[in-house]
């Protein structure tokens, strides 16, 4: 069951695909008439790889300004490995205006914590510089161009730039990204029920062999042990035939004994009645003289 479980998260966590983010800062040529700066894209993608493609790549621009009156124009380009633009996107980036008697107020009420280093006057500002659709042509590199408005040439100090990119999965992808914990059971509960269906069908053979084997050495425990039954069985018949050819002899015996007994009591009876005849004629006889 662990294994299964194993292999189940092994192999979906193989075939689900992740989101990328992808956070990294950047640092303006300010020695150019329209600073340029560049972020590599490049093995940032999941396990290292390039953005995958068909997900919607969505770049977002950070900037940390102070509090000014210079608005700008922000150009963004997604570059291919080969140098070509795949997908190029410009806006303008206006500053958070703040009139002189706001300002002086607010200095006022915040002088301690500005001393202090509590609180700075500085605004960030929050771009979505790009939209697109990766394809076939993986990017390679994100390009950012400030450009200063038309008939200046001052572009507002920047403390601190960082460019975050995100994807979105397609629709179907991210279904399986959303569930993919319960993917993970299924497909566990799959593999198992698929192992259990492997050992019985590779396996059986041997259990049937051995439960053969058993069997046999039961069959010849069992032969054996109804052998010693047939002995014992025909010790007590023989025994019981001896008893019954004992008994047979005494009751002969005791018939013989009888028989000759009867023979002697019937012959002394007849002798008895015999005498007893004689008598009593004799005695008639004597009588019939007398008279």
């Known amino acids: 069951m662990v294994v299964s479980f194993l292999v189940g998260f092994f192999v979906v966590s193989l075939l689900v695909e992740e989101p990328v983010i992808l956070q990294q800062p950047l640092y303006f040529d300010y020695t150019l008439p329209q600073p340029v700066a560049s972020a590599q894209i490049k093995g940032a993608g999941s396990r290292g790889r390039a953005l995958p493609a068909g997900h919607k790549v969505i770049v977002t621009l950070k900037l940390l300004t102070p509090e000014s009156n210079f608005n700008l124009q922000v150009s963004t380009e997604a570059i291919s490995s080969t140098g070509q633009v795949i997908a190029a996107f410009s806006q303008p980036c206006m500053l958070r205006f703040k009139s002189l008697p706001v300002r002086l107020m607010k200095t006022f009420a915040m002088a301690l914590p500005l001393l202090i280093g509590v609180q700075t006057e500085t605004q960030q500002l929050v771009l979505e510089v790009l939209s697109y659709k990766e394809e076939f042509r993986r ?4 390009k950012v161009r400030l450009t200063p408005r038309a008939g200046t040439l001052d572009l507002p ?12 999965l397609p629709r179907r992808k991210e279904v399986v990204y959303n569930w993919k914990w319960t993917l993970c059971v299924w497909a566990s509960l799959y593999i198992y029920v698929l192992l259990l269906i492997v050992v019985f069908c590779c396996f059986k053979p041997f259990d049937f062999l051995e439960a053969r084997a058993e069997e046999v050495a039961e069959a010849a425990q069992y032969r054996g ?37 009867l023979v002697e009591g019937s012959a002394s009876s007849a002798a008895g009645e015999t005498s007893q005849a004689i008598e009593a004629y004799a005695d ?8």
């Open 139 to 142: 990017t390679d590199a994100i």
């Open 225 to 261: 042990h109804g052998r010693l039954e047939d002995v014992k069985v025909s010790e007590k018949f023989t025994e019981a035939v001896s008893r019954w050819r004992g008994m047979e002899r005494r009751r002969r015996r005791i018939g013989q004994v009888a028989q000759r007994e």
């Open 284 to 291: 008639c006889a004597a009588s019939e003289i007398a008279s």
């Open 157 to 168: 100090q920047i403390y601190h730039a960082e460019i975050l990119l995100h994807t979105q």
